[in-house]
Nanobody, 120 residues
Framework: QVQPVESGGGLVQAGGSLRLSCAAS????????MGWFRQAPGKEREFVAA????????YYADSVKGRFSISRGSTKNTVSLQMNSLKPEDTAVYYC?????????????WGQGTQVTVSS
């Protein structure tokens, strides 16, 4: 069983930056794709970014492209999300996710979430 654990959320002013981190416990996830989703109050959960097990390919939602950057740690058991030029609409609970090896992302494991609040 894999348990992603997020850290690094908080309150920041618009235009600022935050870095979210996620470490997976339970077993190694070096062969898992990992990613981030978010859910704002009153809205559906949405995809933010993902990275393949090797770190060679990344994916981003259009709303964060050019502002957010996802990366894996050197051991590949952690993943980070660098968020720059934050906007109030980025306010949400951010979830770290992991997907078992396969041809598609299934996001089998979810963290508890970390709150990001961007003030205007």
């Amino acid at each position: 069983q894999v348990q992603p654990v997020e850290s690094g959320g908080g309150l920041v002013q618009a235009g600022g930056s935050l870095r979210l981190s996620c470490a997976a416990s339970g077993r190694t996830v070096i062969d898992y794709a990992m990613g981030w989703f978010r859910q704002a109050p009153g809205k559906e959960r949405e995809f933010v970014a993902a990275i393949t097990w090797s770190g060679g390919t990344t994916y981003y939602a259009d709303s964060v492209k050019g502002r957010f950057s996802i990366s894996r740690g050197s051991t590949k058991n952690t993943v980070s999300l660098q968020m720059n030029s934050l906007k109030p609409e980025d306010t949400a609970v951010y979830y770290c996710v992991a997907s078992r090896p396969g041809t598609t992302f299934e996001w089998n494991y979810w963290g508890q979430g970390t709150q990001v609040t961007v003030s205007s």
